[in-house]
């Protein structure tokens, strides 16, 4: 089955700094990467998604790349805000398959 | 309507209990999914409803029984829990299952005594 794995696992930036977070995928048939956004006590949420035929995304703040050839895909937010701080998850869903693969998770805490 | 809800918010149920969990959406989505949660790790898949049929079980214990009664409910009835079992428990769903967005409710705080 496919295998994500995200790194760092916590991550500390000063407001207005960007954070980056990485994940790689094992399978080449994965073709659909979303990122949730879990604050504390709350559902995850869907905040950004790239889907296989399409290197990057981007919506305000937020982006999302793809290199497919090397299996990899990060979550770029840029002039950070106190509010960012959350666990964020990446995932992978394999075409023709039916479930997301989670990554382990970034604790991301912005710092005022 | 783009939500996800589940009923109760917290339960807490001893050893011996039966109780039941529910989720429901209204956006026309065919696949429903069961997720137990422990703190700061990710969603760990319980079971998938496609067209209202089971369609991935990942070897979740007999005590755990999915049930989904129509499109817009999903049912988690419980019984003879451990405590290693609390947990959160989160409903999603998705268009369908293949490679879609699932969008999650707010998740049952679930505690075994």
């Known amino acids: 089955g496919e295998n994500v794995e995200q790194h760092p696992s916590t991550l500390s930036v000063q407001e207005g700094d960007s954070a980056v977070i990485k994940c790689t995928y094992s399978?080449?048939?994965?073709?659909?990467f979303p990122w949730y956004k879990q604050e504390l006590g709350k559902r995850p949420q869907l905040i950004i998604d790239i889907r296989s035929n399409v290197g990057e995304k981007k919506d305000q703040r937020i982006a999302v790349t793809l290199n497919k050839t090397a299996k990899h895909f990060s979550l770029h937010i840029t002039e950070t805000q106190p509010e960012d701080s959350a666990v964020y998850f990446c995932?992978?869903?394999?075409?023709?398959?039916?479930?997301?693969?989670f990554g382990t998770g970034t604790s991301l805490t912005v710092i005022p | 309507d783009t939500e996800v809800t589940q009923t109760p918010k917290h339960l807490v149920m001893g050893m011996t209990n039966k109780k039941s969990l529910k989720c429901e959406q209204h956006m026309g989505h065919r696949a429903m999914y069961w997720y137990k949660q422990k703190a700061k790790k990710p969603p760990e898949l319980m079971f998938v409803?496609?067209?209202?049929?089971?369609?991935i079980n990942e070897s979740v214990p007999s005590r755990f029984s999915p049930e989904c009664p129509n499109s817009s409910l999903l049912n988690l009835h419980l019984h003879a829990l451990q405590p290693e079992d609390s947990a959160l428990y989160l409903c999603a769903s998705s268009q369908a299952t293949v490679s879609y967005e699932q969008y999650f409710g707010p998740g049952t705080r679930l505690t075994v005594t």
């Open positions: 995932a992978a869903s394999i075409r023709h398959g039916n479930q997301f693969y």
């Open positions: 409803y496609s067209y209202e049929k089971l369609s």
């Open positions: 399978d080449s048939a994965s073709n659909y």
